[in-house]
């Protein structure tokens, strides 16, 4: 039953320093993606991949990086972390494109906070 | 642009109450309509869906019709419990991959 896994859970960055989300699925989805939530606002779109191998900008990616070298995993990359980089990150997979289906399967989340 | 709105939260209910959360949208064209629950300790699920107006989304007992004419995908249920308590996403089907999300609104059920 683990559907998709994200690690860490929380973690605390000070400003500059780097570090990657891991996400890993196991429903053999083609489609990832990576969110962010800010307090009272909506999630946000930062990555996406359709496939291994082939990833795109979503809404918000200025700041981080992926790669999808394997369907399962899809890890999120952070660099010069920066106190606009504190939020709670979703990963999550899907097995058709979101907005035909919107039927998203997501990890729990990981809470940065970045000082 | 697509957006959607949510009422603040929390709200907060004593258990049987009857709930509503609203929810309104701005779109262009038809976009599919969605609730999505997150459980304390959870991720997000998918709750309930819509996909054109005047359908009627429904899951464990909550309720959420399209309404074109005002904008809306309310979500109902007639009598809530303790393990309802949780966190509600409204979201619609934008372009190029993406769902568009409220930000949220959080129930609190009380014994």
């Known amino acids: 039953n683990a559907g998709v896994t994200q690690t860490p859970k929380f973690r605390i960055l000070k400003i500059g320093q780097s570090m990657t989300l891991q996400c890993t699925q196991d429903m053999n989805h083609n489609y990832m993606y990576w969110y962010r939530q800010d307090p009272g606002m909506g999630l946000k779109l930062i990555y996406y991949?359709?496939?291994?191998?082939?990833?795109d900008k979503g809404e918000v990616p200025n700041g981080y990086n992926v790669s999808r070298s394997t369907t399962e995993d899809f890890p999120l990359r952070l660099e010069l972390a920066a106190p606009s980089q504190t939020s709670v990150y979703f990963c999550?997979?899907?097995?058709?494109?979101?907005?035909?289906?919107?039927?998203?399967?997501f990890g729990e989340g990981s809470r940065l906070t970045v000082l | 642009g697509n957006s959607v709105t949510q009422m603040e939260g929390p709200v907060t209910l004593s258990e049987e109450a009857f709930l509503t959360i609203n929810c309104t949208y701005t779109a262009t064209g038809y976009p599919s309509l969605f609730w999505y629950v997150q459980y304390p300790g959870e991720g997000l699920q998918l709750l309930l869906k819509a996909t054109k107006a005047d359908d009627k989304g429904s899951n464990k007992g909550f309720e959420a019709t399209y309404r074109k004419e005002t904008t809306s995908f309310h979500l109902e249920k007639g009598s809530v419990q303790v393990s309802d308590s949780a966190v509600y996403f409204c979201?619609?089907?934008?372009?190029?991959?993406?769902?568009?999300w409220g930000a949220g609104t959080k129930l609190i059920i009380k014994p």
């Open positions: 999550a997979s899907s097995p058709t494109r979101t907005e035909n289906t919107g039927e998203l399967f």
């Open positions: 979201a619609l089907s934008g372009s190029n991959y993406q769902l568009i």
């Open positions: 991949s359709v496939g291994a191998g082939i990833t």
